[in-house]
Each structure stands twice: as C-alpha cells, then as structure tokens.
C-alpha cells in the first residue's frame, strides 16, 4: 500500500482536525477511547497517524455541545 505523505499527521495536526486545542489531548484521546487509531509510524519523538483513519474515528466519535 502507497501512502501519500500529505496524508500523515503528527499530533498537532490530529488536534486540529479534531477541534481541540492542544496535541496533548491526543494523548489523553488514546488512553480514554480504546478505539483511538493507532499510529502507523511511532519513533522514539514521532508519531504519524493517517488523516483517513483519524476522520473516520472523527465521524463515529461527533463533538459533544454542552
């Protein structure tokens, strides 16, 4: 499978597709949601998520209002 660099995200640019405000959260995402999507590239200071697999957890996971 290709993969198009343009579709790989750091922790930063996950928080902002996702709407919130800091890349810390993420972290907070992944221990909180079982179903949070892996990483498909983890270095010892990097992690890359795919923009499709982060939209889909997106869509089965809407903001809440308050």
Do not use: C
């Not at 907070?28 to 939209?55: C, E, G, M, S």
């Amino acid at each position: 499978m290709k993969i198009d660099p343009l579709d790989l995200l750091d922790s930063t640019e996950v928080a902002q597709l996702l709407g919130v405000a800091s890349r810390n959260v993420v972290d907070v995402y992944q221990n909180r949601h079982a179903d949070f999507p892996q990483p498909i590239v983890r270095k010892t200071r990097v992690r890359l998520w795919l923009r499709q697999d982060i939209l889909q957890w997106r869509k089965a996971h809407p903001p809440q209002t308050r």
